[in-house]
């Protein structure tokens, strides 16, 4: 998923709503791309997640060679294609073209970054 994994089904589902939120401030930011209501960011995380799980390490496989070639660069373009998967799947999830695909990938990994070290990980808490 977007943000840091959790334990149990509560923690499955505190996951996310996390990436639901970081999809929707993530498209708030970004011009080109837009979610018409939080559902539908809940839908966009879910389908994000499932792509990110199945289709992005087979694209990650095949596309090794030019990723070594960019220095590990070309991963931005397997993500911004994940993400156009997402926004072709789900209606009411907008991207509208390329380089706001990549621009979204990049906020959403800070966007989820920053969420992520808000709401904590596993079991790290300051005593």
Avoid: H, Q, Y
Avoid at 5 to 27: D, F, K, N
Avoid at 58 to 85: D, K, R
Avoid at 87 to 114: C, H, K, Q, W
């Amino acid at each position: 998923m977007l943000v840091e994994r959790r334990e149990g089904c509560l923690g499955l589902v505190l996951t996310w709503l996390l990436s639901a939120v970081a999809v929707s401030i993530s498209a708030w930011i970004v011009p080109g791309v837009s979610v018409d209501s939080f559902g539908k960011a809940m839908v966009a995380a879910a389908i994000l997640g499932i792509v990110n799980a199945l289709v992005r390490p087979v694209l990650v496989l095949l596309t090794l060679p030019v990723t070594v070639v960019t220095l590990g660069l070309f991963l931005l373009v397997v993500n911004a294609a994940c993400v156009a998967i997402a926004a072709n799947v789900v209606e009411g999830f907008r991207v509208d073209g390329f380089l706001p695909a990549v621009i979204m990938v990049i906020v959403l990994t800070i966007v989820s970054s920053v969420i992520g070290s808000i709401f904590g990980g596993r079991g790290k808490r300051a005593e």
